[in-house]
């Protein structure tokens, strides 16, 4: 069983910083893409980055600039470090990965999702 858990969401004011961590766990041989998704009340679900196993990395353009995404394989871990936040960055981010469990299968995870709130 392969399971995500997030942490560190919360309430922030305009402008300031919030950091997101991504931990899988369970029945894991590898971990490929991992994703950082967001959806704010009443709007589709977004992707916001994603960074390849071998560290490359890809933005929406409203977060360029402004969020980096890392991830440390030792820990199974992704990370979406975000400065200068903006009201309209309040959503419920999610984290998504390509895990290859040990039955040698190839699926995607969601997590639980953390709320992320952002005050003018």
């Known amino acids: 069983q392969v399971q995500l858990v997030e942490s560190g969401g919360g309430l922030v004011q305009a402008g300031g910083s919030l950091g997101l961590s991504c931990a899988a766990s369970?029945?894991?041989?590898?971990?490929?893409?991992m994703r950082w998704y967001r959806q704010a009340s009443g709007k589709q679900r977004e992707l916001v980055a994603v960074?390849?196993?071998?560290?490359?990395?890809n933005y929406a353009e409203s977060v360029k600039g402004r969020f980096t995404i890392s991830r440390d394989n030792a820990k199974r871990t992704a990370y979406l470090q975000m400065n200068n936040l903006r009201p309209e960055d309040t959503a419920a981010y999610y984290c998504?990965?390509?895990?290859?469990?040990?039955?040698?299968?190839?699926?995607?995870?969601w997590g639980q999702g953390t709320q992320v709130t952002v005050s003018s």
């Open positions: 960074i390849a196993s071998g560290g490359s990395t």
């Open positions: 998504n990965a390509d895990i290859l469990g040990t039955d040698f299968r190839l699926r995607a995870y």
């Open positions: 369970g029945s894991i041989v590898s971990i490929n893409a």
